[in-house]
């Protein structure tokens, strides 16, 4: 210990005039992974895809290579493509044909707020899901089911036709795997939007959802929650209706219930149905990514009582389809570092952040637009398809994530209102950490660009009894390490674009790394500078 402190000592003491503008904090690293630490999977970071243009984003006669690679840059570090839902609102809008081939929608016309609206009607025949080939070999998908008709005949045909096109040789040649079906989407909003009566409650919701799921697990073949292909439940919006109360209604008990391995529940920090104005700043906000949070956790505690997995299975920035200048900003690609690790600190297993044609909060815009996603003005040219900030902040958490498919997460705490800090553990060690500067430098600030600077105080982690006599040898041992930085770069929280990750863009039509690939090395006795508006991911 003494040791350490005096290395820490020097090394202020060397740097401390040069860093006078620089705000400090100490983080203490376990080096090994503490009780506390919650799983970080593979798919932590998995999408949500509206159901209505679902054949823009697979490609019908032939892949779209825009989404496949877009997802297998995210396998590349992981080891395991994303898992994709389709469903949302649209999931409730669908009905399956026999004289349907793919799909025929029916559109809004486009406004400003709303420059790629919803289908209002969706028919799909069964080469509608069979385009699930087109996904990267090994995804694993969630297929949505409409609950809000309250038709037992229509939901039955679709999971008839979901797990037929999963049975046909094509799809499974492709590799891409069914894993769970939800009968479903946001019921709690059913009162509100007509699909129910305006007195319907959670009390109906039970009976009603089984009677419609009991018919769909039969049609699938699912009897278990533990089989290869099960039910996820819940699915609400908002805290109207909540999986503690339809636990305590008994839903778990029915024969639909008995398959639900999942509880999903969706979030978004705000809403942006009839316009507004959000200000990006208090959007890049420590505080409230925890406040958006931490509500679930009695949710998360009673699902994970019940022995069943939690998800966010639909989330993002800000709902009906994000805000102009804060979700297709840098400032969303950091939001989405800290808010997809939060969640995992939380116990929460997967968010999938949800995605459509034209939506200013994607990852990916798979598509060639032609309006505006910001004002529904003319595109001309048009834009071809592309990746937005929220794709770096993508490749930043599954770099965090690794390939182990084992990895573990906690919470560092960094003493700083606009700072989170996050470790990541490999068979119980410590293997990297990443910080996220979420102070909001935009277009026109001037002078010098705040930064704090960081210093590391490792950690056992675990008591001594624990790991053994050599471990304070092992914390020793850190700080002589040779750890790697990578840096995601941002000039402006507004921009849309010109992000770098380790020196590299990837915002081309291939979307592979350009430029030279910026590894820093690290002296962990010397610590690291953040900048406003910047995440910094050490590799031990
Ligand atoms: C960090 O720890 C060092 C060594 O214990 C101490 O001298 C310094 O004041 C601490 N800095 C902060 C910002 O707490
Ligand atoms: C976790 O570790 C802390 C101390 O490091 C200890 O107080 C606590 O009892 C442990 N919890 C469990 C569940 O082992
Ligand atoms: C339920 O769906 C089936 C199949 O689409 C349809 O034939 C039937 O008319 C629907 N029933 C009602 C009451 O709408
Ligand atoms: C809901 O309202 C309908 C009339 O719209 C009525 O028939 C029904 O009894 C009400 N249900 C409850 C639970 O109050
Ligand atoms: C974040 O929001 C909270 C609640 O409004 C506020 O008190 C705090 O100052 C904000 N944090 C920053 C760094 O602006
Ligand atoms: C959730 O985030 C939004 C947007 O940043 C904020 O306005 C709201 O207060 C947050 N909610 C909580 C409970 O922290
Ligand atoms: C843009 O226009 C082209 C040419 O009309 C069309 O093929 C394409 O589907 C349009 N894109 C979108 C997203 O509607
Ligand atoms: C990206 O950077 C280039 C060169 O600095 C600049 O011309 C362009 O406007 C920037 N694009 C965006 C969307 O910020």
Partial sequence: MRQRFSVVFAAAVILGSARSYVAAVNVSVPIFAPNTSQPLVSTLLSFSIEQDRWPDWTGVSARNDFTFKALRNFEALTGQPPNIRVGADSEDHTVWSPTVTINE?????????????????????????????????????????????????????????????????????????????EVGNEADLYKDNGLRPSNWTVEEYVPDWESIAGPVVEAAGITSNNGPVTMQGAAFAGQGFTPREIFSLGILESEAG???????????????????????????????????????????????????DYIL??????????????????GAGLWVIDYTLQAATLGISEAYFHEGIGYKYNFIQPVTLNFSTIDGSPL?????????PPYYGGLVIDTLVGRTGAAKIVELTVDDDDVSGYAAFESGRLVRAVFINLHAWVTG??????????????????PSSAVGQSAQADVDSFWGLQATARRLVIQHADDVANLTWAGQSWENSDITPTGQLALEPVNLWEGIDLQATEAVLVSF
């Fill in 105 to 181: 929608d029916l559109f809004p016309t486009s406004n400003s707020i709303t420059p790629y609206p919803e289908a209002t009607s969706i028919t799909v025949g069964n080469g509608y899901y069979a385009l699930s080939r087109f996904l990267p070999p090994g995804t694993r998908m969630v297929w949505g089911i409409n609950f809000g008709l309250d038709n037992v005949t229509n939901a039955v045909n679709m999971a008839n036709a979901i797990v037929g096109a999963f049975r046909t040789t094509a799809v499974r040649n492709s590799g891409v795997i069914l894993q769970r079906l």
């Fill in 258 to 308: 008995k398959t639900i391995s999942t509880i999903s529940q969706h979030q978004y920090s705000a809403a942006f149905c009839n316009g507004g104005n959000f200000p990006l700043i208090s959007f890049m906000n420590k505080t409230y990514v925890r406040g958006n949070l931490t509500l679930f956790e009695p949710d998360i505690a009673a699902s994970h009582a019940q022995g069943l």
């Fill in 313 to 330: 299975g639909e989330t993002n920035s800000i709902a009906c389809h994000g805000a102009p200048g804060v979700s297709n900003t840098a």
């Fill in 380 to 388: 001309d040219p048009p834009q071809p398809p592309h990746i937005q």
């Fill in 445 to 462: 600030d001037t002078g010098t660009r705040p930064s704090v600077h960081i210093d590391f105080d490792f950690v056992l982690g675990l």
